[in-house]
């Protein structure tokens, strides 16, 4: 980290300061470090060329994990990977796992705020279901208790665990800001996103890959089944089924996010993929809740000319069928 100083003259001058080892302190306030030092496993780390690199290679050194570090090389092209920590841009990270017969793969994004992960058999592992995942530990394993905030895009998985402990839980607004105002105001146990930003309880108002990984780590080693495949399938059982997926559309021109709104909740089917409509929120873009807890959510997005379409539902049919009538109304 490079800060501006000013010398005795009081001229300008840059000094570096090497905030890593009070970073890797942190680290190891938040995590079990005795459950990760005695864990076996064969990892691989995808930094994804990015300012991940080197961050869980190191924090893991001296432990009984075997670390693998993939594309940790500085690129600022990122070796024409965008890279974003999603099963589109993992089949390097996924052929890895598989090729080296490692019992976990992580990835960080370009800013190392967000994680993505691949399990023993080479399958991608969403945001959805690592977030599930870590508030199931923190509650039941570590005893945590406090609010838990996800935003509209995220599973409800989330929703089920937070009903099932008795916790207060926020939903806002698609991005890790909102989540952010509400851990500097609240006892926030954990917030996160479905693009991957986590953050728990201690740490900054902020996801972190580097975090949310060696948290993640951390889960499959004190399972006693080293196995993220099998918390996965146990996950599912126990407050699943949920299938996600999401699709962009890229968009010829700008879309009146209010006057989009207003269409679509007004002109709300009574039933969507054979369910009744049980509920229609416009908190961000509009969302559709259906009886059996399957949501259809459809939402410009904030950074880019895209209109992105969200569904979470007990079988993948299901989504398939609320994607395909987000996009026939998205385009209408």
Same mark, same amino acid.
């Given at each position: 980290?490079?800060?501006?100083?000013?010398?005795?003259?009081?001229? @300008? &001058?840059?000094?570096?300061?090497?905030?890593?080892?009070?970073?890797?302190?942190?680290?190891?306030?938040?995590?079990?470090? +005795?459950?990760?030092?005695?864990?076996?496993?064969?990892?691989? *780390?995808?930094?994804?060329?990015?300012? #991940?690199?080197?961050?869980?290679?190191?924090?893991?050194?001296?432990?009984?994990?075997?670390?693998?570090?993939?594309?940790?090389?500085?690129?600022?092209? &990122?070796?024409?990977?965008?890279?974003?920590?999603?099963?589109?841009?993992?089949?390097?990270?996924?052929?890895?796992?598989?090729?080296?017969?490692?019992?976990?793969?992580?990835?960080?994004?370009?800013?190392?705020?967000? =994680?993505?992960?691949?399990?023993?058999?080479?399958?991608? *592992?969403?945001?959805?279901? /690592?977030?599930?995942?870590?508030?199931?530990?923190?509650?039941? !394993?570590?005893?945590?208790?406090?609010?838990?905030?996800?935003?509209?895009?995220?599973?409800?998985? *989330?929703?089920?665990?937070?009903?099932?402990?008795?916790?207060?839980?926020?939903?806002?607004?698609?991005? &890790?800001?909102?989540?952010? +105002?509400?851990?500097?105001?609240?006892?926030?146990?954990?917030?996160?996103?479905?693009?991957?930003?986590?953050? /728990?309880?201690?740490?900054?108002?902020?996801?972190?890959? =580097?975090?949310? #990984?060696?948290?993640?780590?951390? =889960?499959?080693?004190?399972? #006693?089944?080293?196995?993220?495949?099998?918390?996965?399938?146990?996950?599912?059982?126990?407050?699943?089924?949920?299938?996600?997926?999401?699709?962009?559309?890229? %968009?010829?021109?700008?879309?009146?996010?209010?006057?989009?709104?207003?269409?679509?909740?007004? #002109?709300?089917?009574?039933?969507?993929?054979? !369910?009744?409509?049980?509920?229609? !929120?416009?908190?961000?873009?509009?969302?559709?809740?259906?009886? +059996?807890?399957?949501?259809? %959510?459809?939402?410009?997005?904030?950074?880019?000319?895209?209109?992105?379409?969200?569904?979470?539902? @007990?079988?993948?049919?299901?989504?398939?069928?609320?994607?395909?009538?987000?996009?026939?109304?998205?385009?209408?």
């Amino acid at each position: 980290l490079t800060a501006n100083l000013l010398d005795a003259a009081g001229a @300008p &001058f840059k000094h570096l300061l090497d905030v890593a080892p009070a970073y890797y302190a942190h680290l190891r306030s938040l995590l079990d470090m +005795d459950v990760l030092a005695d864990c076996p496993l064969d990892v691989i *780390v995808d930094p994804m060329h990015g300012a #991940g690199r080197g961050y869980i290679k190191e924090m893991l050194k001296g432990s009984a994990c075997r670390i693998q570090e993939i594309r940790g090389e500085m690129n600022p092209g &990122f070796g024409g990977v965008h890279p974003e920590p999603i099963e589109p841009y993992l089949a390097a990270l996924m052929k890895a796992v598989i090729s080296n017969r490692a019992g976990l793969g992580l990835a960080t994004d370009g800013d190392a705020d967000r =994680i993505g992960a691949v399990d023993e058999r080479g399958q991608f *592992v969403d945001p959805h279901r /690592i977030f599930a995942l870590s508030l199931r530990y923190l509650v039941e !394993q570590r005893g945590w208790r406090g609010a838990v905030v996800k935003t509209v895009s995220t599973t409800r998985m *989330v929703d089920r665990l937070a009903a099932r402990y008795h916790l207060p839980l926020y939903e806002t607004p698609v991005g &890790f800001n909102h989540i952010a +105002d509400l851990m500097l105001q609240d006892d926030v146990l954990i917030g996160g996103e479905e693009s991957g930003g986590i953050s /728990i309880r201690g740490h900054i108002p902020e996801g972190d890959g =580097i975090l949310s #990984g060696l948290l993640l780590l951390e =889960i499959v080693a004190r399972s #006693g089944t080293s196995s993220l495949h099998t918390l996965i399938e146990d996950l599912l059982r126990d407050v699943g089924p949920a299938h996600y997926a999401r699709r962009d559309l890229r %968009l010829m021109r700008p879309v009146a996010k209010a006057e989009m709104v207003k269409r679509l909740a007004e #002109g709300a089917p009574a039933r969507l993929a054979g !369910q009744a409509i049980v509920e229609v !929120q416009p908190m961000d873009g509009v969302k559709y809740l259906l009886a +059996d807890d399957a949501w259809l %959510l459809i939402r410009p997005s904030g950074t880019e000319p895209v209109l992105r379409v969200y569904a979470e539902a @007990p079988e993948p049919a299901e989504v398939e069928a609320l994607l395909q009538y987000g996009e026939q109304v998205a385009a209408a």
